[in-house]
T-cell receptor
Framework: DAGVIQSPRHEVTEMGQEVTLRCKPI?????LFWYRQTMMRGLELLIY????????DSGMPEDRFSAKMPNASFSTLKIQPSEPRDSAVYFC?????????????FGPGTRLLVL | QQQVKQSPQSLIVQKGGISIINCAYE??????FPWYQQFPGKGPALLIA???DVSEKKEGRFTISFNKSAKQFSLHIMDSQPGDSATYFC?????????????WGLGTSLAVNP
């Protein structure tokens, strides 16, 4: 079974440009999480969907960030306009909420560099 | 109250030694405590987890010790190997109705010298 799929794996863009990160969760999982990881701040939860509905977006840094989950097999995280401080590794994770333990399975991440 | 405090930030252990990473929390609404392991260039992956009704859980060389009254839990890696070199995160699941997000520690970078 394929794991969480993220694209692109690497993204280099210039300040002010729009960036779209994509995620395909594991089939059958009903929870999806977007994280940002930096050396300074560690692993931060940005937003969390359950059954395609946003449950907690308290970690979304500001209005420049938006996330959607139009169906159970696809989610996007968009940054518009991007800034150098957005440079980080962005992870998508999925889980089957309600299952014992609720293990989150992480994708390989998207390494974003904003120049 | 939603924080999980992890220490040390980094750890160097000789091959065959014991690695110990500690975490502490305040919120009694946490009801599930996983440890994740992350290798460079990869996403975190679940290593071992425990529920608060159990004081210890062991899987191979990895053991979680849980002290509910002290609100502390720790990861012990016995006979540490160079392949264990990674970043380790403790976490706790906050049970808030429909919102069951993980609250993460800041991570411990473990280096096991050969």
């Amino acid at each position: 079974d394929a794991g969480v799929i993220q694209s692109p794996r690497h993204e280099v863009t210039e300040m002010g440009q729009e960036v779209t990160l994509r995620c395909k969760p594991i089939s059958g999982h009903n929870s999806l999480f977007w994280y940002r990881q930096t050396m300074m701040r560690g692993l931060e939860l940005l937003i969390y969907f359950n059954n395609n509905v946003p449950i907690d977006d308290s970690g979304m840094p500001e209005d420049r960030f938006s996330a959607k989950m139009p169906n159970a097999s696809f989610s996007t995280l968009k940054i518009q306009p991007s800034e150098p401080r957005d440079s980080a590794v962005y992870f998508c994770a999925s889980s089957r909420q309600g299952a014992s333990g609720e293990t989150q399975y992480f994708g390989p991440g998207t390494r974003l560099l904003v120049l | 109250q939603q924080q999980v405090k992890q220490s040390p930030q980094s750890l160097i252990v000789q091959k065959g030694g014991i690695s110990i990473i500690n975490c502490a929390y305040e919120n009694t609404a946490f009801d599930y405590f996983p440890w994740y392991q992350q290798f460079p260039g990869k996403g975190p992956a679940l290593l071992i987890a425990i529920r608060p009704d159990v004081s210890e859980k062991k899987e191979g060389r990895f053991t979680i010790s849980f002290n509910k009254s002290a609100k502390q839990f720790s990861l012990h890696i016995m006979d540490s190997q160079p392949g264990d070199s990674a970043t380790y995160f403790c976490a706790a699941t906050l049970n808030a109705g429909n919102n069951r997000k993980l609250i993460w520690g800041l991570g411990t970078s473990l280096a096991v010298n050969p």
